[in-house]
């Protein structure tokens, strides 16, 4: 559930507004329990908080219904759900079950590109470049390294290269100017 509510939200709205609803519903079959307008209250300011309340009962329902109450640990399961796409599945494939997958976001698609990695147009397309490129021990983790690189260094608009510990290698794709 937190995966959902992270999209398009920042990381501390995404935590406050997760622990909401866990402190209140820590199942699936708890959430299921709760109406939408309980969980808006939950997950409010979170980004798009009355679609992703649709998108999070449904989800809890489904899982409840379909697989037993246990979060799926199958890519074409998870991609079933309202509002799961490849970045959200792969996120819980890797996290949730230690199964090696990219979770391609906007700062993983944007610093792979930029450093030369990769020469994509789509997040997917940059998935599948990496996997040809990237070890899998290191799937699951550039994750979380670029997007956090990608915060504080490697900002979408004049990054911070007179700090970046790749400035002396990095091409600077896309790069007009930076800091």
């Not at 504080?152 to 100017?177: E, F, K, M």
């Amino acid at each position: 559930m937190a995966c959902v509510i992270s999209l398009r939200t920042k990381d501390a709205v995404t935590a406050a507004a997760s622990a909401r609803l866990f402190a209140v519903a820590a199942t699936p079959h708890a959430v299921a329990a709760l109406d939408e307008v309980r969980i808006v209250e939950l997950i409010f300011p979170a980004g798009f908080y009355n679609i992703k309340a649709r998108q999070i009962r449904e989800i809890a329902r489904r899982i409840v219904a379909e697989h037993g109450g246990r979060v799926p640990g199958d890519r074409d399961a998870l991609l079933a759900f309202p509002g799961v796409g490849r970045k959200t599945a792969n996120l819980v494939l890797g996290l949730g079950f230690g199964v090696p997958a990219i979770c391609v976001d906007t700062h993983v698609h944007r610093i792979s590109n930029r450093l030369g990695l990769v020469r994509t147009r789509t997040p997917e397309q940059t998935e599948h470049a990496l996997e040809d490129v990237l070890p899998q021990c290191y799937w699951i983790e550039i994750n979380d390294l670029l997007v956090t690189f990608g915060q504080q260094i490697c900002q979408p608009v004049s990054p911070w290269c007179s700090r970046c510990p790749l400035a002396a290698r990095c091409p600077r794709t896309g790069v007009d100017r930076s800091r």
